[in-house]
């Protein structure tokens, strides 16, 4: 995405829809943090941080330091909310991929 600040927005909803699917309020900003608080409690920081950049960008300017710092803050919460195999997509997927050749090919296995 091009513009940052819909970008913030849109981080802002994914975390929020992260956290109704592992049953967290996601009405009211307080009851989000409390919860949060709990489970979470190493980056509930970083939510705070990104929720009040977040409703700036929403109503006026904020520069695009801020909105960098705004995406490392949700970064940190998704990754925290999504669960313990922090290691790239990439590097997962390849954890998965089948040992063997596909037939016809030549090579060393995988």
Not at 5 to 20: G, K, N, Q, T
Not at 23 to 52: I, K, M, N
Request: aromatic share 6%; charged share 25%.
């Amino acid at each position: 995405m091009n513009e940052p600040s819909p970008a913030v927005c849109e981080a802002d909803l994914l975390v929020r829809a992260v956290m109704a699917k592992r049953g967290y309020s996601t009405e009211d900003f307080a009851q989000q943090a409390s919860d949060l608080s709990l489970g979470h409690s190493r980056t509930l920081e970083h939510y705070r941080h990104a929720h009040e950049i977040s409703g700036r960008a929403a109503g006026r300017w904020v520069s695009i330091q801020e909105l960098r710092q705004a995406m490392t803050h949700y970064h940190a919460l998704f990754d925290d909310l999504i669960g313990d195999d922090q290691r790239p997509l990439r590097d997962r997927a390849a954890a998965r991929a089948p040992l063997t050749r596909p037939r016809g090919t030549t090579g060393p296995r995988r």
